[in-house]
């Protein structure tokens, strides 16, 4: 048995050396639990539903929930969150979507109802005397309605009288003496393209389209004269012109309508209102009736005219006698009295007669038998009336 050596001599030393105490105590960071990790698909979902890719945050929610159930993991309330965003903005998708496509099938529903407008869509640049149009459902009163030209052998709703610019015109369109001058210049162009005014069909009707505001100060001076007749089903063109008709059914017809248009647009105050503009309108009707004199004159040798020429020039140098005097009427009362007078002075069924020694029209229009009513009604007799109905 061998024995252990003797410790080293000196001081501060042992044999052996002592143990190292025990270590008992938990390893570092024992105790402090390590959370679980957040799911992607959870963040990803609530990600998509802010920023509005709805099925993709429906689909990443749905993984986000049976991942987090399975695993443990975090982020259920993004996932939950992201699920209602995505739900939320997928009604609003669908509800927008509902909105979006019936505005626009109304509006292809309103495309295809103009489609149906026979007639071939045209610029109203692009139309001129002569041309016959479509408008939807025959409104012509709409401003500015589309027009479909077609043949006047078809079924049509308008026919152009007249095209013409509004050169030198200084009030705006929308002015009153814009609009009057607007209608004054598409009844005399009608009376060109339509002479005989007593073959117009009664349901006729003059419309005009002029520039608006805003087109006329782009430099837009297009007028559009018309002849309506929606009212009734209408083929064929009622153009009767110079070159339709003979010499002296022109002259005469050219003369009679100047008659007509001039006694169809007295002022617009009462004469009490305004004496003095009617005394210049009194004397353009006497002109106009000279006028028309002269060519009668002219005309009383012709086979056929010779004794309803004679008739004609005795009322009318009676209705210029009324007409002459109302221009001097010192008061409202006395012109209202020489008005009634001129115009009883002159007998229609006398120029029913002139027109058919002519080869014209003998149908009185509705317009001239009202007018004759009203002169009977005032001063016993028959009488010539306003030739125009009201725009």
Same mark, same amino acid.
């Given at each position: 048995m061998s024995t252990p050596p003797s410790p080293p001599s000196g001081p501060g030393h042992s044999w052996p050396p002592p143990s190292p105490p025990p270590a008992w105590g938990p390893p570092p960071g024992y105790g402090l639990q390590q959370p679980p990790p957040l799911n992607g698909f959870a963040l990803a979902s609530f990600l998509s539903g802010l920023l509005c890719f709805a099925p993709l945050g429906i689909a990443f929610g749905i993984a986000a929930l049976v991942q987090i159930s399975k695993n443990r993991e975090r982020g259920k309330v993004l996932? !939950? $969150?992201?699920?209602?965003?995505?739900?939320? %903005?997928?009604?609003?998708?669908?509800?927008?979507?509902? *909105?979006?496509?019936?505005?626009?099938?109304? *509006? &292809?529903?309103?495309?295809?109802?103009?489609?149906?407008?026979?007639?071939?869509?045209?610029?109203?640049?692009?139309?001129?005397?002569?041309? =016959? &149009?479509?408008?939807?459902? /025959?409104?012509?009163?709409?401003?500015?309605?589309?027009?479909?030209? !077609?043949?006047?052998?078809? #079924?049509?709703?308008?026919?152009?009288?007249? $095209?013409?610019?509004?050169?030198?015109?200084?009030?705006?369109?929308?002015?009153?003496?814009?609009?009057?001058?607007?209608?004054? $210049? =598409? @009844?005399?162009?009608?009376?060109?393209?339509? %002479?005989?005014? @007593?073959?117009?069909?009664?349901?006729?009707?003059?419309?005009?389209? $002029?520039?608006?505001?805003?087109?006329?100060?782009?430099?837009?001076?297009?007028?559009? =004269?018309? !002849?309506?007749?929606?009212?009734?089903?209408?083929? /064929?063109?009622?153009?009767?012109?110079?070159? %339709?008709? #003979?010499?002296?059914?022109?002259? &005469?017809?050219?003369?009679?309508?100047?008659?007509? &248009?001039?006694?169809? *647009?007295?002022?617009?105050?009462?004469?009490?209102?305004?004496?003095?503009?009617?005394?210049? @309108?009194?004397?353009?009707?006497?002109?106009?009736? /000279?006028?028309?004199?002269?060519?009668?004159?002219?005309?009383?040798?012709?086979?056929?005219l010779e004794k309803k020429v004679p008739a004609q020039l005795k009322a009318i140098d009676a209705a210029r006698a009324e007409w002459l005097r109302a221009s001097q009427a010192k008061t409202p009362g006395e012109f209202d009295k020489q008005w009634d007078r001129a115009l009883a002075a002159m007998s229609v069924e006398t120029e029913q007669a002139l027109r058919g020694a002519y080869g014209l029209s003998m149908a009185i229009p509705e317009w001239l038998e009202e007018g004759q009513e009203d002169s009977e009604d005032a001063d016993g007799g028959p009488g010539r009336g306003p030739s125009r109905e009201a725009v």
């Open positions: 996932a !939950i $969150a992201g699920l209602v965003l995505s739900v939320v %903005m997928t009604g609003g998708l669908f509800f927008a979507a509902d *909105r979006i496509s019936s505005a626009v099938g109304d *509006r &292809f529903d309103g495309l295809s109802e103009y489609t149906e407008v026979e007639g071939v869509l045209t610029d109203v640049d692009e139309l001129r005397a002569g041309d =016959c &149009f479509n408008v939807e459902d /025959g409104e012509l009163l709409d401003e500015h309605p589309l027009m479909y030209k !077609i043949d006047c052998g078809e #079924k049509h709703h308008g026919e152009v009288t007249a $095209a013409k610019r509004l050169d030198g015109v200084v009030d705006t369109p929308d002015s009153d003496a814009a609009r009057r001058a607007s209608e004054d $210049a =598409c @009844w005399q162009a009608q009376d060109e393209y339509a %002479m005989d005014t @007593w073959a117009l069909p009664e349901h006729a009707e003059m419309f005009y389209y $002029a520039p608006s505001r805003q087109s006329w100060g782009q430099g837009d001076r297009l007028l559009l =004269c018309v !002849i309506g007749t929606t009212s009734t089903e209408l083929r /064929g063109s009622l153009r009767q012109d110079t070159a %339709m008709l #003979k010499p002296e059914q022109v002259a &005469f017809l050219r003369a009679a309508n100047a008659v007509e &248009f001039v006694m169809s *647009r007295p002022p617009e105050e009462e004469v009490d209102e305004a004496l003095g503009k009617h005394q210049a @309108w009194a004397r353009r009707v006497h002109g106009a009736l /000279g006028e028309e004199m002269k060519v009668l004159q002219g005309h009383a040798g012709r086979p056929g």
